[in-house]
């Protein structure tokens, strides 16, 4: 039998390559660190049921690959996107400084109404730091975007960061800033309302549009 939700929201999941998308993805599904963790190839998707102002709610999250030579493969991704992590790595300035184009990315291609979440992980390794956390937050007020620092290995704001940008989102269903019936919100309602689904109902799977598996899950484009 199928778990009940109220909405479904899409994320994206976006920044540099080895700033720990993946760990920050993988945390939050299945609420431990990947040990063993390799660039990802494409694009990779796994869902959770939250629970999230009262109202279940279905997260459908697409990680996408960092490296420059699969932007073609997953700017196709960004469409329809309610919600978006941008991560970079506190301890690599390059990864900082390349946030402005992540940003421009994800509000071109996707939707100006977006609800972004600036995420500044590995803040585990604080005697590496290289950025500021005053520095992000600056850049997060100047963007309009959240922020919050997060540490995929001790699981730190990880769960928070999902929540807070899907808080977000509803908060603008509801105040009808964003519509769930308009064409490529992200957003869809769900097919049994009243059925209550628990939190940490997760799954995971590798994107057989990039992989050439045999099947693939929903897009709420």
């Known amino acids: 039998m199928s778990e009940g939700y109220d909405y479904l929201f899409k994320f994206l999941v976006i920044g540099n390559a080895g700033v720990g998308k993946s760990c920050v993805l993988h945390s939050f599904l299945e609420g431990k660190f990947k040990q063993e963790s390799s660039h990802t190839i494409g ?13 279940t709610v279905k997260l ?28 970079y790595d506190i301890t690599n300035r390059e990864s900082y400084n390349a946030l402005a184009n992540w940003l421009t990315d994800a509000r071109t291609l996707a939707s100006p109404d977006i609800v972004i979440i600036l995420v500044g992980n590995k803040k585990d390794l604080e005697d590496d730091r290289e950025v500021t956390f005053l520095e992000a937050s600056r850049f997060a007020q100047e ?4 922020f919050l ?31 769930p019936e308009k064409m490529g919100s992200g957003i869809q309602y769900g097919d049994n309302k009243n059925v209550k689904a628990p939190l940490g109902n997760a799954e995971r799977t590798v994107d057989p549009a990039v992989t050439g598996g045999a099947s693939k899950p929903p897009c709420a484009c």
């Open 60 to 87: 459908q999250i697409w990680d996408t690959a960092g490296q420059e030579r699969f932007r073609s493969v997953t700017r196709s991704y960004y469409r329809g996107a309610a919600g978006a992590l941008l991560v």
């Open 149 to 179: 620092e997060t540490s995929a290995l001790t699981g730190e704001n990880v769960d928070e960061v999902f929540m807070k940008c899907g808080r977000n989102i509803l908060s603008k269903i509801e105040s009808g800033e964003l519509d």
């Open 43 to 55: 694009v990779e998707f796994g869902s959770k049921i939250a629970k999230l102002g009262g109202k």
């Open 143 to 146: 963007n309009d975007i959240l």
